[in-house]
């Protein structure tokens, strides 16, 4: 199947670090996309990427396209505490398919 | 505020009961995904309706079904409930056949005991 590997599960970092999470997957995708779920919510979209290495920001948000069309990463510049939530990568080809997930927690 | 709403938003079943759960799409789209979340989990890809039809569908078993209405809105249906079963459901609309962006509803969060 389409599996896609996000890494890392969890980060612990502090307020003001800077923040970077992939995923990468053995199947290529039309289009990566990032996705942030707060607890008891939906995800909630970030950032959406539609051509291999196009490189994309929103606000503090970085993410990037692989070449390849088989990876993405996302940064996230200058934490703080409300960027604490589960972070998913999401690659689509005629559905879409999630990785499992980076749990991020920002200490003030 | 996407716009997608879920109801119920929790619910108890036992074993081999059956479950419906509804969601209404954000104005303006015609296509509706359901996934399931399990705890600590990525939401996994149940199923697709565009304009009213079964437009692709995931790993799961036949007992999870589902409708679309003319006004876009869906159910999703889950026969012989399993303890496995028990999730958190979500629901996501968006414009077109080709998903693109997806907006997700808070889900149901189901408890099979």
């Known amino acids: 199947g389409q599996q896609l590997n996000q890494s890392p599960q969890s980060m612990f970092i502090q307020e003001g670090e800077d923040v970077s999470m992939n995923c990468t997957s053995s199947?290529?995708?039309?289009?990566w996309l990032w996705y942030k779920q707060d607890p008891g919510e939906g995800p909630v979209l970030l950032i959406a990427?539609?051509?291999?290495?196009e490189l994309t920001s929103n606000g503090r948000l970085t993410a990037q396209f692989g070449i390849t069309r088989k990876d993405s990463f996302l940064n996230i510049s200058a934490s703080i505490p409300s960027d604490v939530g589960i972070y998913f990568c999401?690659?689509?080809?005629?559905?879409?398919?999630f990785g499992a997930g980076t749990r991020l927690t920002v200490k003030p | 505020e996407t716009g997608v709403t879920q109801s119920p938003t929790h619910l108890i079943k036992t074993r081999g009961q059956q479950v419906t759960l509804r969601c209404s799409s954000q104005?303006?789209?015609?296509?509706v995904s359901w996934y399931q979340q399990a705890l600590g989990q990525g939401p996994q890809f149940i199923f697709q309706?565009?304009?009213?039809?079964?437009?692709g569908r995931g790993n799961f078993p036949p007992r999870f079904s589902g409708l679309q209405f003319p006004n876009y809105s869906s159910e999703l249906n889950v026969n012989a409930l399993e303890l496995d079963d028990s999730a958190l459901y979500l629901c996501?609309?968006?414009?077109?056949?080709?998903?693109?962006?997806?907006?997700f509803g808070e889900g149901s969060r189901l408890t099979v005991l």
């Open positions: 996501a609309s968006s414009k077109g056949q080709i998903t693109g962006e997806l907006f």
């Open positions: 199947s290529i995708f039309n289009t």
């Open positions: 990427l539609y051509k291999a290495g």
């Open positions: 999401a690659g689509e080809n005629n559905d879409m398919r």
């Open positions: 104005s303006g789209h015609n296509t």
């Open positions: 309706y565009y304009r009213e039809e079964e437009n």
